[in-house]
């Protein structure tokens, strides 16, 4: 079972792949008014952060999201994300099921400042960073639509909103 969430996430990230292959750092980096000046490549160094941050705790079983690198580079040359984006999919490929299984501790501000730590898996952890991706890829979505950048119309939409827009299709002909 927690193979599909790590195929999941893979999948997740080769689709990033597969589009920042596509952009020029011009357009990868370009501040977008109206998605609160965010950027294609802001969006993806965060998402990375956040896989790497898992993958980085794994051997500790202690995963602190607020222990992100932030790369800036990451966030304007979109060969070195791809690149990045490549090794986090290779990092979770080498995942066994002993490492799936073990329990973990997770920290993440929240808003308030405070630094708690809860118990986690880390299936559970990677349907947070799944989750998380489509969250991003989402606003990626809007910056390249003002880009005039096409996508796949399924990019950034939730596998659950694509099942139930896909079940409502039939009423709608």
């Given amino acids: 079972m927690n193979d599909i969430f790590v195929s999941d996430a893979c999948a997740g990230l080769e689709q990033g792949i ?4 596509r952009l020029s750092p011009t357009q990868y980096a370009a501040p977008c008014a109206s998605c609160f ?3 294609i490549g802001g969006h993806v160094r965060h998402n990375y952060d956040h896989f790497a941050c898992f ?3 794994l051997p500790r079983a ?3 999201y607020d222990a992100r690198a932030r790369d800036p580079r990451i966030e304007t040359d979109p060969v070195h994300a791809a ?3 490549a090794d986090a999919v290779r990092a979770l490929g080498e995942l066994d099921g002993p490492a799936l299984a073990r329990n973990l501790r997770v920290t993440m501000d929240g808003g308030s400042g405070a630094r708690a730590w809860t118990r986690s898996t880390p299936a559970r952890e990677l349907q947070f960073l799944i989750s998380h991706s489509i969250h991003h890829y989402a606003m990626i979505a809007v910056i390249c639509h003002g880009l005039h950048v096409a996508l796949d119309p399924a990019f950034g939409v939730a596998p659950s909103t694509q099942r139930h ?3 409502l299709a039939p009423c709608t002909r």
């Fill in 18 to 21: 597969a589009l920042l292959r």
């Fill in 37 to 39: 000046n965010s950027s």
């Fill in 55 to 57: 993958l980085d705790g």
């Fill in 62 to 64: 202690e995963v602190d």
């Fill in 83 to 85: 690149l990045r984006l």
């Fill in 165 to 167: 827009l896909k079940a």
